[in-house]
């Protein structure tokens, strides 16, 4: 059950698969983000680098048609680029992707400390049945 078809680079066909609830005609969203996030995995990958954040922004409901991704390096710095992927369709542009790439960062191992003995809040005292009592809220006036 193949949600697209690759017939090119960057071109691939939806299946009916990812069709959504609202009209036989178009895409859910969840297919056509996954396809955006694939193609932004094949951009430019550089080790160390790992896709962090992404934003995917619709402008018109995506047809269950061929579909053309185009990907853009905007900006490809030591330790951040920042990617674009977009899918059109019939020379329309339907969504747009844009997604940071960070480098990994170390991280020092930190010593565990032990835990306390006694794990009980100050000043608490067990639950009794007493919620509800006051609430703080007044009762409305009588008419």
């Known amino acids: 059950m193949a949600m697209y078809t690759?017939?090119?680079?960057?071109?691939?066909r939806?299946?009916?698969?990812?069709?959504?609830?609202?009209d036989p005609g178009?895409?859910?969203?969840?297919?056509?983000?996954?396809?955006?996030?694939?193609?932004?995995?094949r951009t430019a990958p550089r080790p160390g680098l790992h896709l962090s954040r992404l934003?995917?922004?619709?402008?018109?409901?995506?047809?269950?048609a061929e579909l053309r991704v185009e990907t853009d390096v905007a900006r490809?710095?030591?330790?951040?680029?920042?990617?674009s992927a977009s899918v059109h369709?019939?020379?329309?542009e339907f969504a747009r992707a844009s997604a940071w790439r960070?480098?990994?960062?170390?991280?020092?191992?930190?010593?565990?400390?032990p835990v306390p003995r006694n794990t009980r809040a100050r000043g608490w005292a067990r639950a009794s049945g007493t919620a509800g009592r006051s609430t703080g809220v007044s009762s409305p006036a009588a008419p």
């Open 6 to 12: 690759r017939v090119g680079e960057g071109r691939y």
């Open 26 to 41: 178009s895409q859910h969203m969840g297919p056509v983000t996954a396809l955006l996030v694939h193609e932004l995995a």
């Open 89 to 92: 369709s019939g020379g329309r």
């Open 102 to 113: 960070i480098r990994e960062a170390g991280s020092r191992p930190r010593r565990s400390r």
């Open 55 to 64: 934003v995917v922004d619709v402008f018109a409901p995506v047809p269950v």
């Open 76 to 83: 490809d710095g030591k330790r951040v680029q920042c990617l």
């Open 14 to 22: 939806a299946s009916e698969h990812t069709q959504g609830p609202w």
